[in-house]
């Protein structure tokens, strides 16, 4: 009976949550179209290598929780002091030395380690998860990366950082601290005659990876380990300068610790961000804000990557820590229905991060393409939709948005921007969807409208147009040639500007006698989406006033903002975000090669102007940034575009 009335509960919970859910939303898949094509010809990072798997723990020797950190270790480590790094209440930390059996002081430094069986030396590779239950050990989460990467080469290795967890708040430069210790015990382990992990340990390629809070602090990590002094205390010397090659960010925050109150700079690494649309807990992508503010100073052919997974979540990239994303209890007003499988998410992670990595520390160029246009890795990424952002070194800006409030001026000196027919023109700030919270990005939002206001709805006016124009130091001072490439970064919008004036269209006199016609509104299906792709012509002019002209989707799948509901009642997801979806703009990279082939007379060492012409929808709006050119490196062009 007990049961029964049990059952009948669950039953009256489950109806109920049912009745207050909003129907499930998601924009049409069109990944079947896109993924259609594998053109990269190389084995799919997603596969086993070649190695047998071995593992080994290291740690205190003395862990009070876990058996493997105390009774497994094959290395002893010495706890670190990380007081300096961590507040805590006189309750939090007598709460957690009574768990953990230490305090602050005596921080140890535990990780759980998958190397490859061979005489290396093998790049190392560590892996920080984030905030979570602290009892709840996050650490074997990555269990499934670190067999997969060391069958291929890589050592990986888990941190324990399950102490920092919990209610503590501002720890994300004490996670990036200890990260730093590990490798710091790492040096040791590569030298020591007693160690079974000695010789095997190319100190000198280096990547660090971090899951949410651990994925804000690995950019903490890639900061402090070139500086000399902490930034919040000067009396705390820091000695690190590790060969970090690498930097990768999963569905990170950003900002929680701002070093000497300032946002964190990193520079000189590759950098790989991802994060989920669906993110039940960082519900915006704000790993962006750090894609940004990675700079490539020294001249080395540096890259970085975002990617933004359709339908993906927060949790899953870790097995321990699942689908809810605000813990067990989120089902309840989480929106679950809509997600990709854990496997499938996982076997994202396995393709990106395992062709990040062996780009980046095997040196293994062929994989470079998928981040430029992942288009061409069809067969291997999960039946999901992709927006990506992408730059490497070689990258010149020509018009971000940023410098000052005249719309007419680009980034630098000599590069002007004018517009003709069209509907709406401004400069703004992107926001995240989170509560608008700013993206600390600015933006051009062009809209247009071929349509003429009037009775004959049917007539059309010429295209309308957006052009940045190079003056001739310019384009010599950017050595603009063959090898180059153009950079744009998109966002279609659901704006659309109403139909224009006729006087902008003609010449010919208007009778001010007779009353001007409102226009007649298009007749829609009510509530009904406009699924019109927004394309447009991209073209380029040369000081001969040669034209060479090429259609933006050759270079990627443009599309409106994808429909992300993460919470199950409509009124909660309309008072915690400021949209129904993040605007994530997609870049691409479009060779000057390309537009030679389509018009031979076209000179690119004299390149005058880049004009978007909107000729291929009739209406539309978007957003546009990041437009720039650079000399690309020839790898990542190495493979045919679909």
């Not at 010449?507 to 699924?531: C, F, H, I, L, N």
Request: aromatic share 10%; charged share 25%.
């Amino acid at each position: 009976m007990i049961a029964e009335m049990k059952n009948f509960s669950i039953a009256v919970v489950a109806s109920t949550l049912a009745a207050c859910a909003q129907p499930l939303k998601l924009t049409p898949d069109d990944s079947k179209v896109v993924l259609a094509h594998q053109l990269l010809d190389a084995p799919n990072p997603a596969d086993r290598g070649p190695y047998t798997v071995k593992t080994l723990y290291y740690g205190s020797g003395t862990d009070k929780q876990r058996r493997y950190f105390r009774d497994s270790v094959a290395i002893k480590t010495k706890p670190t002091d990380a007081s300096a790094f961590v507040s805590m209440t006189p309750e939090q930390a007598s709460d957690r030395k009574g768990y953990w059996g230490f305090e602050a002081k005596q921080f140890p430094i535990n990780g759980r380690v998958w190397y490859p069986d061979g005489p290396g030396p093998f790049p190392l590779v560590l892996v920080v998860h984030g905030n979570h239950n602290m009892k709840d050990f996050s650490d074997p989460g990555y269990q499934y990366l670190g067999e997969h990467l060391a069958s291929r080469g890589f050592i990986l290795v888990s941190l324990d950082e399950n102490f920092l967890n919990g209610a503590l708040r501002n720890e994300n430069d004490g996670r990036a601290w200890m990260m730093l210790k590990h490798l710091e015990a790492w040096r040791g382990f590569n030298d020591s005659v007693t160690s079974p992990l000695r010789g095997k340990v190319d100190m000198r390629n280096i990547a660090i990876m971090g899951h949410s809070r651990g994925g804000e602090a690995v950019g903490h990590a890639a900061a402090f380990n070139r500086l000399s002094r902490y930034p919040d205390d000067a009396k705390v010397k820091f000695n690190f300068n590790f060969d970090i090659k690498a930097v990768v960010a999963i569905a990170p925050v950003d900002a929680q610790y701002k070093p000497a109150g300032q946002f964190t700079p990193v520079e000189n690494v590759d950098y790989l961000v991802i994060h989920g649309s669906h993110d039940g807990d960082v519900s915006a992508f704000t790993g962006l804000r750090q894609w940004q503010r990675v700079k490539f100073t020294d001249g080395k052919p540096w890259f970085k990557s975002a990617w933004y997974v359709y339908r993906a979540n927060h949790g899953q990239w870790n097995t321990v820590w699942g689908s809810t994303d605000a813990g067990p209890r989120s089902a309840r007003f989480l929106d679950l229905r809509g997600l990709i499988s854990p496997e499938e998410q996982r076997q994202f992670g396995k393709v990106v991060i395992g062709a990040f990595l062996e780009a980046t520390l095997h040196n293994k160029h062929e994989y470079l393409p998928l981040f430029r246009d992942h288009r061409v890795a069809g067969a291997w990424l999960p039946k999901t939709m992709y927006i990506t952002r992408f730059q490497e070194n070689g990258y010149e800006p020509l018009a971000n948005f940023e410098e000052d409030v005249d719309v007419t001026t680009g980034t630098v000196a000599g590069v002007s921007l004018t517009g003709d027919s069209l509907s709406t023109w401004k400069e703004d700030a992107l926001n995240l969807r989170w509560q608008n919270a700013p993206m600390n990005d600015n933006a051009v939002w062009l809209g247009w409208n071929r349509h003429i206001a009037g009775d004959d709805t049917t007539k059309l006016g010429r295209p309308a147009t957006y052009t940045i124009a190079l003056s001739d130091s310019i384009s010599h001072a950017l050595h603009v040639d063959m090898r180059s490439s153009i950079y744009l970064s998109v966002a279609p919008t659901e704006a659309k500007p109403g139909p224009r004036e006729a006087a902008k269209d003609s010449t010919k006199k208007r009778d001010s006698t007779k009353a001007r016609p409102k226009p007649k509104p298009p007749e829609t299906k009510k509530d009904a989406k406009d699924t019109t792709t927004i394309d447009f012509t991209v073209e380029l002019v040369d000081a001969n006033n040669v034209t060479a002209r090429l259609p933006l989707t050759r270079y990627g799948a443009p599309r409106r903002p994808l429909e992300t509901h993460v919470l199950r009642r409509a009124d909660r997801e309309q008072s915690q975000f400021a949209n129904t979806y993040e605007l994530v703009l997609q870049t691409y990279v479009m060779p000057l090669a390309d537009f030679v082939t389509a018009s031979p007379q076209f000179a690119p060492d004299k390149l005058k102007a880049i004009r978007l012409v909107f000729d291929r929808a009739v209406v539309g709006t978007i957003i546009l940034d990041d437009i720039g050119v650079s000399a690309i490196d020839p790898a990542f062009l190495a493979q045919a575009r679909p």
